[in-house]
């Protein structure tokens, strides 16, 4: 009698497993590596009866009566489901080398297994597409006119029709995915940024309308500049002309056009005006001001004209809605997740609902990405400030943009004379173009904080000059002003609080989910989750360096040339790389089942001495400690990510409302303020 008679899943076992994937490429299968330590572990004595090899892999202390009675009870090891019972199937452990001379390679994620991959790809990484298209960006994949040009009136227009409409939804899905990409694994700076302009929108706020004090006592020009660098702070500055006065070809001194710059130097003969302020993107904007303070000066805004607050009111419609852009989507993520949390009760002991729940845990930075950038004030579009700033009646200069380093490099590039004219052909090719038309350019996300710093220290450096003019009649200090429009280091301390927490949040979670799934310890998912927080960590910690030097520096951080600049780009470049790798890489790895091997069944710690007897790998499925891991910590981390989420959610809505309310009324009294 062989062991195939008394074990039927064992008859016919062959060496090989039985995928025709080569092992190298996903080919291996570790439910038939289980069925081979049991075939190798049991024999068969003279009389017919079941007993144990001298090398067995099955746990000590479970008899061969109570393997037969976990055979007959449908607990066979390999591949074992659960079925109610909390005691599971019998454990079957091979030392790491044994995995390895039988087992290489690594084992494809399979289609009918929804939680290897369909289940996180539908239930977590879908969703995040959907949350990261409202995370502000500056430029996108460019899709060729060409795409759009065809005619579905004839046969060969119909059937063109088909390929172009393809290739641009191939175009719009790898867009797609590279922001998602880049927004996963840059997440940390973007937090911090938001976070920052978020502290600084409510700094600005508060100190024209403090809750529980009297409001300052200042000009209705500083008043509306200050309320234009809330709504508008995320539009780029263009490069400050020189000091002297003096400025390059092309350039304009005013955006205004000639009567109504006249009509202002009558009315306000006392104040020197756009002569203080040297930037072009400020000078057009501030035109808004202009315009209000020279109609009041005059006669009173026409009955026909739109007014100052009316337009501050209109730059701040321009957000979407917080509950439409996001609110609206985390509800249904919140209630798909719930669902999620509550159904893997029904796969308790299946390591892949664990690792795909710790997955969905580690993937919720991106929702809460999308609320913190939906919570701002600014809006993401420049297209409403296109469509409100006055130009002269004229096209005005293209503003000259302070040049990102990428173009630093480049145009030194250009300069060489072996590679220079293939980089100047390959410039003409241009695949990527500006998110937003017109204009107005808004920043990258992760430069929105600081950038806002600078409109509001903008005014205050007007303020200033305006101050020193008129030395008789100074109602506020400028050094006073900057002060108490400055974050203080309890307000830097809370933006980091609040930027670790959305980030670190979730991997702690996730980490903790796989750390405790059975073999308990550091392995390769959790070990990547690891990476990405230290990852995020430095990238905050890197971030945090530049943004204090950059405000050291202020205008002629461009064209510094410190080391510590270097170290920080460079430090950026290097962590960069981590973040990437486990953000894309992680995610990757975990939808095609690479982590499906030896190396990553058997924890980190042994990792240095796998010739260890306590270096084991489980290969039987179902197991107790497994069900008890599931018990223990798939619903109490699934329902923290879910209520604390929540929680995020409401508090930044709470939060924006609260800011856009004050905002409001502070425009609407630029109606009824003497100068």
Excluded at 149 to 165: F, I, K
Excluded at 264 to 272: A, G
Aim: a positive charge; glycine letters at 8%.
């Amino acid at each position: 009698m062989s062991l195939g008679d008394l074990i039927p899943q064992l008859a016919g076992l062959s060496f090989n497993p039985p995928d025709t994937l080569p092992i190298g490429l996903g080919g291996q299968n570790f439910t038939h590596c289980c069925m081979l330590a049991l075939n190798d572990s049991l024999t068969v004595t003279a009389d017919g009866n079941l007993t144990y090899a001298p090398t067995s892999f099955v746990a000590p202390g479970i008899s061969i009566s109570a393997l037969e009675s976990a055979f007959q009870d449908e607990e066979f090891p390999c591949g074992a489901t659960f079925n109610g019972d909390m005691n599971g199937a019998p454990v079957v452990r091979v030392p790491y080398n044994w995995c390895t001379r039988r087992c290489p390679g690594w084992e494809i994620s399979h289609s009918d297994a929804m939680q290897q991959w369909i289940g996180p790809l539908v239930q977590f990484i879908v969703p995040s597409l959907a949350f990261c298209t409202n995370v502000p960006r500056t430029h996108k994949l460019a899709i060729p006119d060409v795409v759009f040009r065809a005619h579905p009136r004839t046969l060969v227009g119909l059937g063109s029709y088909w390929v172009r409409l393809l290739g641009a939804v191939l175009l719009m899905t790898l867009d797609t995915m590279a922001w998602l990409a880049i927004c996963f694994a840059f997440a940390g700076p973007m937090l911090m940024s938001a976070m920052y302009e978020y502290a600084l929108d409510r700094k600005v706020l508060e100190f024209l309308a403090p809750p529980n004090a009297k409001p300052p006592d200042i000009t209705l020009r500083l008043r509306a500049q200050l309320l234009l660098a809330v709504v508008v702070g995320n539009i780029r500055m263009s490069t400050l002309e020189d000091n002297d006065g003096t400025r390059s070809a092309g350039r304009h001194d005013s955006a205004i056009s000639g009567d109504l710059e006249r009509t202002i130097s009558t009315s306000t003969k006392r104040r020197r005006m756009s002569r203080f302020v040297h930037n072009s993107v400020w000078k057009k904007v501030m035109v808004l001001v202009d315009e209000y303070e020279a109609s009041r000066a005059v006669a009173g805004p026409p009955r026909d004209a739109v007014s100052l607050p009316t337009k501050l009111k209109a730059l701040l419609n321009s957000q979407a809605s917080f509950g439409s852009t996001v609110g609206a989507p985390v509800l249904f993520f919140v209630g798909s997740f719930v669902y999620t949390v509550l159904d893997s009760d029904n796969n308790l002991g299946d390591n892949d609902t664990a690792h795909a729940l710790a997955f969905g845990l580690w993937w919720m930075v991106i929702p809460y990405l999308a609320i913190i950038s939906c919570a701002m004030l600014a809006s993401n579009s420049p297209s409403t400030l296109d469509g409100i700033v006055y130009d002269g009646g004229v096209i005005t200069p293209k503003d000259h943009f302070k040049p990102s380093i990428w173009a630093q490099y480049r145009r030194k590039l250009r300069s060489y004379r072996g590679i220079g004219p293939i980089i100047r052909q390959l410039e003409e090719y241009n695949p990527i173009e500006t998110a937003f038309e017109g204009g107005f350019r808004t920043v990258k996300l992760w430069k929105r904080g600081l950038n806002k710093r600078e409109w509001v220290q903008e005014a205050v450096s007007e303020y200033a000059a305006y101050t020193t003019a008129r030395e008789g009649d100074v109602r506020i200090s400028s050094s006073d002003l900057r002060q108490s429009l400055t974050l203080n280091y309890l307000d830097c301390f809370y933006v980091l609080i609040g930027a670790l927490f959305a980030v670190l949040a979730p991997c702690c979670l996730a980490f903790l989910t796989s750390y405790n799934t059975p073999q308990a310890g550091l392995s390769c998912r959790s070990l990547t989750y690891l990476v990405y927080a230290i990852s995020q960590v430095c990238e905050i910690a890197l971030w945090s360096c530049a943004a204090r030097m950059k405000i050291k520096y202020g205008v002629r951080w461009p064209e510094a040339r410190s080391i510590a600049k270097r170290i920080c780009w460079w430090g950026q470049v290097f962590v960069g790389f981590f973040a990437i790798f486990a953000a894309a890489g992680g995610t990757l790895m975990q939808l095609l089942g690479v982590y499906r091997s030896c190396a990553c069944k058997v924890p980190v710690r042994y990792w240095p001495r796998l010739s260890d007897p306590a270096a084991f790998i489980v290969l039987s499925d179902n197991t107790a400690e497994d069900i008890a891991a599931g018990q223990h910590w798939w619903t109490i981390t699934g329902s923290t990510a879910v209520g604390v989420i929540g929680i995020v959610c409401a508090l930044a809505w709470w939060h924006q409302r609260r800011l856009r309310k004050v905002f409001r009324d502070e425009a609407d009294k630029l109606g009824t303020e003497i100068t």
